[in-house]
């Protein structure tokens, strides 16, 4: 099965309306950690926003916020007031604690979602 | 004030070759890693070292082999290149902080595009 799994291919939304981006993921464990990367057209990867586990509160950065729901095991990127820089591909991703005497828990990426934003 | 760099950020070679990517870090991360991003973008990890050691290697072919000699640099040696290995490859570096639970950051390089010919 797939750890993170990216339902939406591709997302298209209008300049200044928000979006919401799919993310689940799949752990039996109840520590780890969820991220949100964005790809523009230039190629580079950008670290968004980190959402631990054990946090209560939804994490937020600026524009993105993520919005965790741990029973559902969702981490949806959400992106207020669309720009049209936002035009990229993101992707989410989960890091697992360690096991097998590692010191580093395994990390796992999603396929992506492709967002245009429109003027 | 590059947070994470790479040399080369092209790469284009023939079939066969040995190749190097350089990566430097000045963030003081203690953990290092090597993506590979194909053609469709699916970014698959392929090794994550810890203070210089090797943790996880991602059933990568021995082909590809990671050095890293103090903890802000990681390099990766590609022996015999084949056409297959056509990719980005992103060099990244994160800090790990441990709460309740974990917390981390994870900063990617700006990748080396390599083409095998």
Not at chain 1, 69 to 94: E, H, P, T
Request: aromatic content about 12%; hydrophobic content about 30%; proline content about 5%.
């Amino acid at each position: 099965a797939q750890k993170i799994t990216q339902t939406q291919p591709g997302m298209f939304v209008q300049e200044k309306e928000a979006v919401t981006l799919d993310c689940t993921y799949d752990t039996s464990d109840q520590s780890y950690g969820l991220f949100w990367y964005k790809q523009p057209s230039s190629g580079e990867m950008i670290f968004l926003i980190y959402q631990g586990s054990y946090d209560e509160q939804n994490a937020t950065e600026g524009r993105y916020s993520l919005n965790f729901q741990k029973a559902r095991k969702s981490a949806n990127l959400v992106i207020s007031a669309s720009q049209l820089g936002d035009s990229a591909m993101y992707f989410c991703a989960m890091r697992e604690p360690p096991g097998g005497g590692s010191t580093l828990g395994r990390l796992y990426f999603g396929r992506g979602t492709q967002l245009t934003v429109w003027p | 004030d590059t947070a994470v760099s790479q040399t080369p950020k092209y790469l284009v070679t023939q079939m066969g070759n040995d190749k190097s990517i350089k990566c430097e870090q000045n963030l003081g991360h203690d953990t290092m890693y090597w993506y590979k991003q194909d053609s469709k973008k699916f970014l698959k990890i392929m090794f994550s070292y810890n203070n210089k050691e090797l943790i996880i290697n991602e059933t990568v072919p021995n082909r590809f082999s990671p050095k890293s000699p103090d903890k802000a640099h990681l390099n990766l040696h590609i022996n015999s290149l084949e056409l297959g290995d056509s990719a980005v490859y992103f060099c990244a570096s994160s800090q790990v902080f441990r709460g309740r639970g974990p917390q981390e950051t994870q900063y990617f390089g700006p990748g080396t595009r390599l083409l095998v010919l």
